[in-house]
């Protein structure tokens, strides 16, 4: 029988999220700058009898078992493309935030096709896995590539980009998640309400920003701090107002930038080092303002096999 095998993948931040119109598909065209941060989940896949998923972690209670799980929708792709029984036990070690913006279920999903492909020695190209996660969905193609990349078309189209040093971050995570379609419907309504319209005729496209792109190929960190943008923040605002005060209690304890992470509720804060990190940690964590602070830096590489 074949020994365990296990994936590690990071989460990620938004350094641009740039929002097109409405597509006819129900999708936005975006210009969606991710960035891969030190929090990782640990997906492990075991042979079994018939596909099965246990979870571990703070948020495990969150995470559906089922079919509907993306680490699961992930191994049935990869078996089914390549005529074998899934059965595999995916044992997901879960540390990153559940629907917190952060891409935690597409982490899973990078994570488990990795380990079932190791597991079955099915030996998908990387063409093959790529085309595997965009079909799942929009953020998994980047949790495998992971460093920071430029997504287009809904996000699942990369191009990996230069990046000149690492970046600190704080995360406050809030309790309870968001619904990433909700953000954007929300998005749309907002669009709509300022007379300016949400479709994709009424909304430019969006554009990669030329000084963010300068900033991570420098490895400024106070460039980049000037340069992040989210347009899913109004939204995510909206719907959870009391992210206001956790943004606020960041940029009081000295954070560069406070933004919300994707389509939130977390909140990421950019430091200028690692001690103004631990600063900006230590502020927000006494503001009560959020459930938990983690702090990390980035860029990290993306889903990698770990202990083979
Ligand atoms: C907002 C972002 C930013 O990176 O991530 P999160 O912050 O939620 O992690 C992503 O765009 C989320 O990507 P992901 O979570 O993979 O979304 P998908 O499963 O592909 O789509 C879920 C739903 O989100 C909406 N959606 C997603 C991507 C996109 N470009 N336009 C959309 O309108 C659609 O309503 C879609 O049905
Ligand atoms: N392996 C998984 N881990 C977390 N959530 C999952 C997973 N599989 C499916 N989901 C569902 O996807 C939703 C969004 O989860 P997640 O990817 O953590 O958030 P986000 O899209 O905000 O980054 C969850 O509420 C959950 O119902």
Redesign the pocket.
């Known amino acids: 029988m074949s020994r365990p095998v296990t994936a590690r993948v990071p989460a990620k931040v938004n350094v641009q999220l740039a929002v097109g119109g409405l597509r006819l598909d129900g999708f936005h065209d975006l210009a969606n700058v991710f960035l891969a941060v030190g929090l990782y ?1 640990e997906v492990t896949a075991t042979p079994a009898d018939a596909l099965r998923i246990t ?1 571990e972690g703070a ?1 495990a209670g ?3 078992l089922d079919r ?6 992930a191994a049935l792709a990869l078996a089914e493309r390549h005529g074998i029984a899934p059965g595999v036990h995916l044992h ?1 070690a ?1 540390d ?14 990078a994570g488990a096709l990795l380990a079932c492909d190791a597991l079955w020695g099915t030996q998908a190209s990387r063409a093959e896995l790529l085309e595997i996660c965009a079909a799942l969905g929009s ?1 998994i193609p980047f949790s495998l590539v992971g460093g920071v990349a430029l997504g287009r078309g809904r996000g699942e189209l990369l191009t990996p980009l230069e990046t000149g040093g690492t970046f600190h971050w704080v995360f406050a995570v809030a309790d309870g ?4 379609p909700a953000v954007y419907r929300e998005c749309d309504r907002l669009r709509e309400a300022s007379g300016a319209g949400a479709s994709a005729a009424d909304v430019p496209d969006p554009e990669p920003s030329r000084a963010l792109l300068d900033a991570l190929r420098t490895g400024d960190a106070t460039a980049l701090a000037a340069a992040v943008s989210n347009d899913l923040q109004p939204a995510a605002l909206s719907l959870r107002p009391a992210l206001a005060d956790t943004l606020r209690a960041g940029a009081d304890a000295g954070a560069l930038a406070s933004l919300v992470s ?3 509720p977390t909140c990421a804060f950019l430091a200028k080092d690692t001690e103004a990190a631990q600063a900006v940690a230590t502020g927000l964590a006494a503001s009560g303002t959020c459930r938990t602070v983690r702090v990390t830096s980035g860029p990290v590489p993306g889903a990698r096999l770990i202990g083979a």
């Open positions: 989940d979870v948020d969150q995470v559906p509907t799980n993306l680490a699961a929708r997901i879960k990153i935030p559940v629907a917190g913006g952060m891409a935690g279920g597409s982490a899973d999903a953020d998640g968001l619904s990433t994707g389509s939130g």
